[in-house]
């Protein structure tokens, strides 16, 4: 078995002002970091319809995302989320990529799956952009996974920085999917306390104080969270693979290294090997120091690989 990698050039055309985080810099640092993996098995992420993002969004919504969009320059969807010619076709990707993934993992073409597009997704709520993000992409894959293969019980995943928020809202209600979110506390958006639950206690969050290190993560992870997927039984583990947490990163303060992306992949991979054939599907979020972004996916993305085999 092998570990799929989706991206495509067309999500470097999502163009955002000089000096934003969210550039394009940061997928070719990605691809870059990830040449040297001759075993990946590489594809080209499809474009979503439609019919796939309403999973999560109105069609209004996406009427009015596509109406949005420039035909030259950058425009502001808010003070951070910015659209340039070629947005929305890279916010497709993204989201096509990823049940892509979903639909490999699940048929078994390929053990598991890394998708590295942006824009990221997961702070996008029903009918809100925001975050740098579009749509809804994990929260999407989720519901594909749930309704184009019967999946029962999904598990996502999200160790980026900033609290899942869009992910969290459009999961509010959906009782098949178990949701965790470690995220660093107080920091933008400001959601993300442990009082907010879920219609059906399914959502998990796991507020993370600045300065917080890995071995705090760690243990916090080892109490909390997997003992909760073990009991849950998962049939697909998701992954929201943002890694501003990292050290170096400019937009928090939390202090994990590449070491501990490693650890934290390796256990969710043996997670997903005893319970569900190791079915995981990761997908690129946050991460805006260009070194510590490009050796953490390296190492996130290593282990798939070694899972995978």
Not at 51 to 66: E, F, N, T, V, W
Not at 181 to 198: C, D, F, M, V, Y
Request: include cysteine; proline fraction near 5%; aromatic fraction near 8%.
């Amino acid at each position: 078995m092998t570990t799929a990698f989706y991206t495509h050039s067309d999500c470097l055309k999502h163009q955002t002002p000089t000096g934003h985080a969210e550039q394009v810099g940061r997928l070719q640092s990605v691809t870059e970091a990830l040449q040297g993996f001759t075993a990946l098995d590489r594809r080209d992420a499809p474009v979503a319809p439609d019919r796939l993002i309403g999973l999560c969004h109105p069609q209004s919504y996406i009427d009015r995302i596509a109406a949005a969009e420039p035909q030259q320059g950058c425009i502001a969807l808010d003070e951070d989320t910015f659209m340039s010619p070629g947005s929305l076709q890279a916010a497709r990707r993204a989201v096509g990529g990823t049940c892509a993934a979903i639909d490999a993992v699940m048929t078994g073409e390929v053990a598991n799956a890394f998708v590295a597009c942006r824009p990221p997704g997961h702070h996008a709520e029903r009918e809100t952009p925001m975050g740098f993000c579009l749509f809804g992409t994990v929260a999407i894959a989720a519901k594909h996974a749930i309704m184009a293969h019967g999946v029962t019980r999904v598990v996502i995943v999200d160790f980026d920085v900033h609290h899942g928020n869009g992910t969290q809202e459009l999961l509010w209600t959906d009782d098949k999917v178990l949701f965790f979110s470690s995220h660093q506390s107080p920091l933008w958006p400001g959601t993300g306390t442990e009082s907010e639950r879920g219609k059906y206690d399914q959502i998990v969050n796991l507020p993370l104080a600045p300065q917080t290190g890995g071995l705090e993560m760690r243990n916090m992870y080892v109490r909390q969270v997997f003992p909760m997927i073990e009991a849950f039984k998962p049939e697909l583990i998701l992954i929201s693979a943002g890694f501003d947490a990292h050290s170096a990163d400019p937009l928090a303060q939390l202090e994990w290294e590449v070491d501990d992306y490693t650890w934290i992949t390796e256990h969710l991979c043996d997670l997903a090997l005893r319970h569900c054939a190791g079915r995981v599907v990761s997908t690129l979020e946050g991460g805006y120091d260009l070194t510590a972004l490009a050796a953490s996916t390296a190492a996130h993305v290593q282990v798939l690989m070694e899972k995978g085999a």
